[in-house]
T-cell receptor, first 113, second 112 residues
Framework: GENVEQHPSTLSVQEGDSAVIKCTYS??????FPWYKQELGKGPQLIID?????GEKKDQRIAVTLNKTAKHFSLHITETQPEDSAVYFC????????????FGTGTRLKVLA | GAVVSQHPSRVICKSGTSVKIECRSL??????MFWYRQFPKQSLMLMAT?????????EQGVEKDKFLINHASLTLSTLTVTSAHPEDSSFYIC????????FGPGTRLTVL
């Protein structure tokens, strides 16, 4: 079955710097890759997603890139702010048309003011 | 995004009691409901999938008689943890899904 690895597990950056979180997946049939932000004591919130027919997607300070050949995708946050501090999860959808996501292990991002 | 509520947000119970968690999708119809469990500093683990009006499908290792799921309508699903034990203490998150998957705010269960 699908396996998603996520690195790093923790990441500290200075406010204003960029943060990059990387994920790899194993199932070449996966075609949808969402990223979630989870604040303490809350459920995950979708922040950006990408489909397998696209290589990059941007939304203001957040971008996601996908390399299908290498089976990895990355989250890029630019001009980080303290409110970006949270746990970020990547996920992969292993079967077309379903929402049965496989989640990465999470990255705890801390933005230092 | 859609509005999803979970109730209660926190619950503390004694070992051996049953706890019911409600998940409501307030402004859309969820044809599918996923229930996840998340232990501290860990990722989300899918427990079960249910379609409205059908029996839930449980992931391997999840006891269906212990975690009772009801998805009676397109806007309400419940998860009942029966005869709860301390090892069931966790953060339970529902995920109502229609055209898009959403997540509830979670319920923190602590079993003493």
């Amino acid at each position: 079955g699908e396996n998603v690895e996520q690195h790093p597990s923790t990441l500290s950056v200075q406010e204003g710097d960029s943060a990059v979180i990387k994920c790899t997946y194993s199932d070449s049939a996966s075609n949808y890759f969402p990223w979630y932000k989870q604040e303490l004591g809350k459920g995950p919130q979708l922040i950006i997603d990408i489909r397998s027919n696209v290589g990059e997607k941007k939304d203001q300070r957040i971008a996601v890139t996908l390399n299908k050949t290498a089976k990895h995708f990355s989250l890029h946050i630019t001009e980080t702010q303290p409110e970006d501090s949270a746990v970020y999860f990547c996920a992969a959808s292993p079967t077309s048309g379903t929402y049965k996501y496989i989640f990465g292990t999470g990255t705890r991002l801390k933005v230092l003011a | 995004g859609a509005v999803v509520s979970q109730h209660p947000s926190r619950v503390i119970c004694k070992s051996g009691t049953s706890v019911k968690i409600e998940c409501r999708s307030l402004d859309f119809q969820a044809t599918t409901m996923f229930w996840y469990r998340q232990f501290p500093k860990q990722s989300l683990m899918l427990m079960a999938t249910s379609n409205e009006g059908s029996k839930a499908t449980y992931e391997q290792g999840v006891e269906k008689d212990k975690f009772l799921i009801n998805h009676a309508s397109l806007t309400l699903s419940t998860l009942t943890v029966t005869s709860a034990h301390p090892e069931d203490s966790s953060f339970y998150i529902c995920s109502p899904t229609g055209d898009t998957q959403y997540f509830g705010p979670g319920t923190r269960l602590t079993v003493l």
